[in-house]
T-cell receptor
Framework: NAGVTQTPKFQVLKTGQSMTLQCAQD?????MYWYRQDPGMGLRLIYY???????DKGEVPNGYNVSRLNKREFSLRLESAAPSQTSVYFC?????????????FGPGTRLTVT | RKEVEQDPGPFNVPEGATVAFNCTYS??????FFWYRQDCRKEPKLLMS???SGNEDGRFTAQLNRASQYISLLIRDSKLSDSATYLC???????FGAGTRLTVKP
């Protein structure tokens, strides 16, 4: 039981390049999330998927797209990377979205855009 | 005003000390609250939920003050291993605080 896995762990991109961050969970959770964490800013929600087949914008969605591929997998795509997207990206999952449900986090992807 | 605010610290305390952190939130309709712990360069992990009546888990006590719109975390008898960043989260809004860094020194 691996919990939440993310690939890659580290990535360096040049401005304008695109890439997809992958996330998978094996806990049969319905809800999945993408956050970014910047120094002094805490975790900010980019997009979430309350259930398979649905996605919704979070606090900072601009410059990102997501795909809920199936119940297990939720990917985050940067179409044209910018230096402002340098950050640590965490994927998380929970049994259901909203109140009272603990979120389980993946180990993170450290992205640098030069 | 940020929706969830925490004192960033750092809090530097000696082993055995009692330390408390507060976290204020702006949405008076918020329903659920958690404290997470994050070690350096690691993912956040749940420390404890915060219940309306307050709750305790060993050396850790969490409290909610709805009138003043804040939650608190009290750590008694601090251990070296408590050194970490503590994040509060207003779960229904999925808003995390920026975190409070704690360093416990021998």
């Amino acid at each position: 039981n691996a919990g939440v896995t993310q690939t890659p762990k580290f990535q360096v991109l040049k401005t304008g390049q695109s890439m997809t961050l992958q996330c998978a969970q094996d806990m049969n959770h319905n809800s999945m999330y993408w956050y970014r964490q910047d120094p002094g800013m805490g975790l900010r929600l980019i997009y979430y998927s309350a259930s398979e087949g649905t996605t919704d914008k979070g606090e900072v969605p601009n410059g990102y797209n997501v795909s809920r591929l199936n119940k297990r997998e939720f990917s985050l795509r940067l179409e044209s990377a910018a230096p402002s997207q340098t950050s640590v990206y965490f994927c998380a999952s929970s049994e259901l979205a909203g109140i009272s449900y603990e979120q389980y986090f993946g180990p993170g992807t450290r992205l640098t855009v030069t | 005003r940020k929706e969830v605010e925490q004192d960033p610290g750092p809090f530097n305390v000696p082993e055995g000390a009692t330390v408390a952190f507060n976290c204020t939130y702006s949405n008076s309709a918020s329903q659920s609250f958690f404290w997470y712990r994050q070690d350096c360069r690691k993912e956040p992990k749940l420390l404890m939920s915060v219940y309306s009546s307050g709750n305790e888990d060993g050396r850790f006590t969490a409290q909610l003050n709805r009138a003043s719109q804040y939650i608190s975390l009290l750590i008694r008898d601090s251990k070296l291993s408590d050194s970490a960043t503590y994040l509060c989260v207003v779960n229904n809004d999925m808003r995390f605080g920026a975190g409070t860094r704690l360093t416990v020194k021998p």
